[in-house]
């Protein structure tokens, strides 16, 4: 009898995946942890492994077709066997289009204010000679009929004012705010930039990253009541022993970053602190025995969340090479479900970006996240004395139905004994 593979749940929100490619034909062996497929989810693209060792008896969708999680993908059997069953329906999947909006024309609008305009001139007033039928100067300066009559009256340029109104249209309050001989008079000559029409509006349809990050974010702020804890810390050690180790380190390829110190370091603190180690479930909270680290990488488009499962139990080197290729086979858009599904705390770094500092939004179902800013060369006082040192701030976001304001404070003091004092991290 054949066995049936199924579209698996990468995640508590994933709803369904795209195949996009089999890597294995119909009538082809397959052995069971043998790659598959592939299929794309709302976060990046996944290889799926046979759940079974035998011969691919049929696909049961084709390239490309949305299906539902849970639903079969494919049926997998001895050699020889045959498949009856029927093919998997697939998911709905909505058109996006990307269509420009239209930029309309202005030019009913502007003949409207012109007629309007015209009616408020002084029946005993008469216009320049030299004005044109459309509402311009010649030299090109737009301007209401009775802004131009004060202006000639008055004596004042109307080349040198700036028109307030539609399209930078000089109008007569614009010309009785100036005075002949002064303010704008005072530079002759000067001309106001002929802009053009603004780029057309550009409708773009949301990817399927940025919508997922935007349902997680919105259930995030929604659901979870957030409040935040800043903390500033000294690293002048920590990038001295970081300099020291890349030295060490110098023509293995390897180097370690700012990130690898601190992901060691928040996973070690966690020990200390279970309690954020954790998830809300009903009316428990369960306090999680892994430390696995969530780490923001940007992609385009948006962002994705890889996992250094055991953090606190591995050393700085192999957290810098797994971080490292789990973020490579992210922007190659290649990645495996144990990349990016199971972690238990979150750091998101924008300090490479010379971001002082920032709060981020908890990643459900975890309980808290950990924003780390860059770390800046600053006045200090050292000693009694005025000294330049190093100084980073980390912002801790938690759930407040999980914990309160004290203990995200002490557990940002705990990590400033491995953040300040680094050799701890190596030992």
């Known amino acids: 009898m054949a066995d049936i593979v ?117 029946s005993s007033g008469k216009l320049s000679a030299d004005t044109a039928a459309d509402g311009n100067l010649p030299d090109g300066v737009r301007a209401s009929p009775l802004a131009r009559k004060i202006a000639q009256e008055r004596g004042i340029s109307l080349k040198s004012l700036r028109g307030t109104g539609p399209l930078g249209r000089i109008t007569k309050r614009d010309v009785e705010g100036a005075k002949a001989g002064a303010g704008g008079l005072a530079l002759p000559g000067l001309q106001l930039a002929e802009l053009g029409p603004a780029p057309a509006d550009q409708r773009v349809p949301l990817s399927r990253l940025r919508a997922a990050i935007g349902r997680r974010m919105v259930q995030s702020r929604q659901e979870v009541p957030h409040f935040y804890v800043t903390h500033e810390y000294d690293v002048d050690r920590l990038l001295d022993a970081r300099a020291q180790a890349n030295a060490a380190l110098e023509g293995t390829g390897e180097k370690l970053s700012v990130n690898d ?50 953090a606190d139990r591995k050393p700085l080197r192999q957290i810098s090479q797994e971080v490292r290729e789990m973020a490579g086979r992210v922007r190659d858009g290649k990645v495996s479900p144990e990349d990016i599904e199971g972690s238990t705390f979150s750091i998101s770094n924008l300090g490479m970006y010379d971001v002082h500092s920032f709060t981020a939004i908890i990643n459900p179902p975890e309980a808290a996240i950990l924003a780390i800013g860059a770390a800046q060369e600053v006045p200090v006082v050292k000693n009694g004395q005025l000294a330049v040192g190093n100084r980073m701030r980390a912002t801790i976001s938690i759930d407040h139905r999980v914990s309160d304001g004290a203990e995200g404070a002490q557990y940002l003091q705990a990590l400033a004994a491995y953040i300040e004092n680094p050799i701890a991290l190596l030992m």
């Not at 025995?289 to 990488?297: E, P, R, S």
Request: charged share 25%.
């Open 6 to 122: 199924t579209m698996p749940k990468l995640g508590f929100d994933m709803a369904e995946g795209t195949l996009i490619r089999w890597a294995k034909k119909e009538g082809e062996k397959v052995e069971k942890g043998e790659l598959l497929a592939e299929i794309e989810t709302d976060k990046a693209t996944v290889e799926v492994e046979s759940q079974y060792s035998g011969v691919v008896l049929k696909h049961l969708v084709s390239e490309g077709t949305p299906v539902p999680v849970n639903n079969p993908i494919a049926a997998v059997g001895a050699e020889g066997e045959t498949y009856e069953g029927a093919t998997a329906a697939p998911a709905a999947k909505a058109e996006a289009k990307s269509e420009p909006v239209a930029e309309k024309k202005s030019t009913n609008q502007e003949q409207s204010i012109n007629r309007l305009a015209d009616k408020q001139i002084e």
């Open 261 to 310: 110190f601190i992901i060691k370091a928040a996973a070690l603190t966690l020990r200390q602190y279970p309690n954020l180690n954790a998830k809300l479930d009903g009316d428990a909270i369960v306090q999680l025995g892994q430390v696995n680290i969530g780490v923001a990488v940007a992609v385009e488009g948006g962002l994705l969340v890889v996992v250094c499962r055991d």
